[in-house]
């Protein structure tokens, strides 16, 4: 809020930057802040055994950058690694984007969201976006692993407040 000027700029021309940011209200004015992928410390989850060992690097949180309704970051599935956000969980207090990438031409990643009780899947490629209604779970497997990353806008930041659907409910 109050912002009136960001410049953003690549270093090789060649292969421009690509920029993608998630905006939400703002009631409060927080620091223009520039944040490096080399000082988020990651949040390691998962596992090999269900596929889905990555890293979540938070970059808008309470505890980190601050924002009035934004949290943001990115998450990277390592190497043989395919699943996301599975056991799969709704936020009933905000929305969810992902945006994924790091994907090539012919792969693909399936992206699970609807209520518990009733989902669906969308075939998503490299470099394109979902919102995810707070109602809805979300949660993805690819063909190969991934990164995306994930915004959330609502007023409530904390990043574990989670509603944790059961294997069992899903269908």
Same mark, same amino acid.
């Given at each position: 809020?109050?912002?009136?000027?960001?410049?953003?700029?690549?270093?090789d021309?060649?292969?421009?930057?690509?920029?993608?940011?998630?905006?939400?209200?703002?009631?409060?004015?927080?620091?223009?802040?520039?944040?490096?992928?080399?000082?988020i410390?990651?949040?390691?989850?998962?596992?090999?055994?269900n596929?889905?060992? %990555? =890293?979540?690097?938070?970059? *808008?949180? +309470?505890?980190?950058?601050?924002?009035?309704? $934004?949290?943001?970051g990115?998450?990277?599935?390592?190497?043989?690694n395919?699943?996301?956000?599975?056991?799969?969980?709704t936020?009933?207090?905000r929305?969810?984007?992902?945006?994924?990438?790091?994907?090539?031409?012919?792969?693909?990643?399936?992206h699970?969201?609807?209520?518990?009780?009733?989902?669906?899947?969308?075939?998503? %490629? =490299?470099?394109?976006?979902? *919102?995810? +209604?707070?109602?809805?779970?979300?949660?993805? $497997?690819?063909?190969?692993?991934?990164?995306?990353?994930?915004?959330?806008?609502?007023?409530?930041?904390?990043?574990?407040?989670?509603?944790?659907?059961?294997?069992k409910?899903?269908?």
């Open positions: 809020m109050g912002t009136k000027e960001i410049a953003f700029s690549s270093v021309a060649n292969q421009p930057a690509k920029f993608y940011f998630n905006s939400a209200p703002a009631h409060m004015t927080y620091p223009t802040v520039k944040i490096k992928r080399s000082e410390v990651p949040n390691h989850l998962g596992s090999i055994k596929s889905n060992d %990555r =890293n979540i690097y938070k970059y *808008i949180h +309470p505890l980190g950058v601050k924002s009035c309704q $934004v949290v943001m990115m998450t990277v599935l390592e190497p043989g395919m699943w996301n956000s599975m056991p799969c969980h936020h009933d207090r929305m969810e984007v992902y945006l994924y990438f790091n994907l090539p031409e012919d792969g693909v990643v399936f699970y969201m609807g209520e518990p009780t009733e989902t669906r899947h969308v075939v998503m %490629r =490299n470099e394109e976006a979902i *919102i995810s +209604p707070s109602w809805s779970i979300h949660s993805g $497997v690819g063909t190969q692993s991934y990164t995306f990353i994930w915004g959330m806008s609502g007023e409530n930041q904390t990043f574990d407040d989670m509603d944790h659907v059961e294997m409910t899903l269908k």
